[in-house]
């Protein structure tokens, strides 16, 4: 691969438990859903609900945008467990439990949280599903990853 290149956990083992600690609150943590603003054009066109019915500014670059939560503490698209949104999901919704962050000389390094019941499950993740989300993330910010 050239241009930017990444790192990522090696050995890791993850499948979805679809237990929706990622889709909002627990009592250990406030979730925060972050969004692009293309993120939320796109849920908008596509679900046919008005921008101030789902997400808030948050002044924070690329992510200027926030999910909003029911009064549970969710998302607003989760009913039960299952989210009414999935092939719209957002970015930082796709990533869970994983996120990028970039490091000195403009590599990027794959973090893993260890809160999501779906880590030690299913099969070790190949390096190829980190290179679709790292180039899936460098597509939806506009980051050219030739250079």
């Keep these: 691969m050239r241009g930017k290149r990444f790192d990522f956990p090696k050995e890791i083992l993850w499948k979805c438990q679809r237990c929706t600690k990622c889709c909002g609150d627990t009592p250990e943590r406030e979730r925060r859903i972050l ?4 993120e939320a054009r796109q849920i908008r066109e596509v679900a046919k609900v008005p921008l101030k019915k789902f997400c808030r500014r948050t002044g924070f670059e690329p992510f ?8 549970r503490g969710k998302c607003v698209f989760l009913r039960g467990d299952e989210c009414q949104i999935y092939s719209l999901r957002p970015l930082v919704c796709r990533f869970y439990p994983f996120w990028l962050e970039k490091r000195e000389g403009g590599n990027f390094s794959f973090k893993v ?26 597509e939806k910010m506009n980051i050219d990853t030739t250079c």
Excluded: R, V, W, Y
């Design 35 to 38: 969004l692009l603003p293309s």
């Design 64 to 71: 200027t945008l926030e999910m909003k939560k029911n009064p």
């Design 113 to 138: 949280t260890d809160e999501c019941d779906g880590i030690g499950s299913g099969q070790i993740l190949e390096e190829s599903f980190f290179t679709n989300l790292f180039h899936l993330a460098m």
